[in-house]
């Protein structure tokens, strides 16, 4: 079977040990990278600075570095000084780290603007993560105004910057409607940039918003109801290679000591991803395979936009 670089996102290796020791744990467990959260940020530049982590994830084996996400970047009256701070600690941490990627989510909030109101701010901060030597990533979420990665695929070829992408998370591409041929139709080829693999039921759990799911029920890759290893041959068609985010969030990850919940969060991944490469074609998905709705996944309704921005071509508007 192949090797496979893993990338722990922030809430796989989430804990109340001081962050040097949780970035070994990660190390020690096989993973080749690690996403650090604004919290871990603020963290290390208030106590022992970003060049003392740098050691530290040298001394870890991590080469993939992600930080973030970042909310509310753009240019918007209710940006407060803790939005400001969280941009000027992750550019800081990028050029001291040398961080591969910045993540950005989308506008999540009830009365979100219009993306095509947020594309010139976008292009700004891919730019500046670019100064420092960092790729901007988007992050789409279901209940954000760029909903699906298909939409948000196209909002980042719009953006049309060298160094921008597109990040891909299971959970919210298939609880957003996605399906794996809308998938592979719908994400522009060279825009998708990272992937976030996790695990879950075919439908959210009654009584349990998809926000709620996404924060409490994330499980292992291949403990749940969707084709993961399906998934991970159509990113690889759209030219995803290394390496894989993780991310767990359950109770019962949490509830683990650190080292085992990270060993099992790898192994796990391994398994699906030796699953994608031993498979001459795809498996029968126990999700559907065909393409979503128009309604479900590309619907672009062009009326109750929130806010303003220069039209672009190609940029979809708000929901």
Same mark, same amino acid.
Request: aromatic share 4%; proline share 8%.
């Given at each position: ?8 996102? !922030? #809430? ?14 990660? @190390? ?8 650090? /959260?604004?919290? &871990? ?19 870890? @084996? ?6 973030? *996400?970042?909310?509310?970047? #753009?240019? $918007? ?12 600690? %992750? ?11 910045? %993540? ?9 603007? $219009? ?8 292009? &700004? ?11 901007? %990533?988007?992050?789409?979420?279901? #209940? /954000? ?13 719009? +953006? ?11 959970? =919210?591409?298939?609880?957003?409607? /996605? ?9 522009? *080829?060279? %825009? ?5 693999? $996790? ?6 759990? !009654? ?6 799911? !996404? ?10 109801? #969707? ?11 759209? @030219? =995803? ?23 099992? +969060? ?16 795809? +498996? ?19 009326? =109750? ?5 220069? $039209? ?8």
């Amino acid at each position: 079977m192949r090797e496979h670089d893993l990338l722990a996102t !922030s #809430w796989t290796w989430a804990g109340d040990a001081p962050v040097a020791d949780r970035v070994r744990a990660v @190390g020690d467990a096989g993973f080749a990278g690690l996403s650090l /959260s604004l919290d &871990d940020l603020h963290e290390v530049r208030a106590t022992t600075g970003f060049a003392a982590l740098r050691r530290v994830l040298d001394r870890a @084996g991590i080469v993939w570095v992600q930080l973030g *996400p970042l909310d509310r970047w #753009w240019a $918007s009256p209710d940006r407060t000084p803790d939005d400001e701070a969280d941009r000027g600690v %992750v550019l800081e941490a990028a050029a001291a780290l040398g961080a591969w990627q910045v %993540v950005a989510h989308a506008d999540g909030r009830v009365r979100p603007l $219009s993306p095509t109101a947020l594309l010139d701010d976008f292009v &700004d901060l891919a730019t500046r993560t670019a100064t420092v030597g960092a790729q901007l %990533v988007l992050e789409p979420e279901p #209940w /954000s105004n760029l909903p699906t990665v298909e939409r948000a695929s196209r909002f980042v070829r719009a +953006a049309d910057h060298p160094d921008a992408g597109l990040l891909l998370d299971a959970a =919210h591409a298939l609880r957003g409607g /996605s399906t794996l041929a809308s998938i592979a139709q719908g994400v522009a *080829p060279g %825009v998708l940039a990272a992937v976030e693999l $996790s695990d879950g039921l075919l439908h959210t759990p !009654s009584g349990m918003t998809l926000a709620e799911e !996404s924060r409490t029920a994330r499980y292992l890759p291949g403990a749940g109801a #969707w084709d993961l290893p399906g998934l991970v041959r159509v990113l690889r068609g759209l @030219g =995803h290679d290394e390496p894989w985010g993780v991310e767990v969030r359950t109770a019962a990850h949490r509830a683990m000591p650190l080292a085992d919940a990270l060993r099992t +969060a790898a192994a796990a991944t391994r398994a699906v991803l030796d699953a994608a490469d031993a498979a001459d074609e795809p +498996a029968a998905p126990a999700m559907p395979s065909t393409p979503a709705p128009t309604s479900a996944v590309d619907f672009e309704p062009s009326t =109750h936009r929130h806010g303003h921005g220069r $039209s672009r071509p190609g940029v979809p508007s708000a929901p």
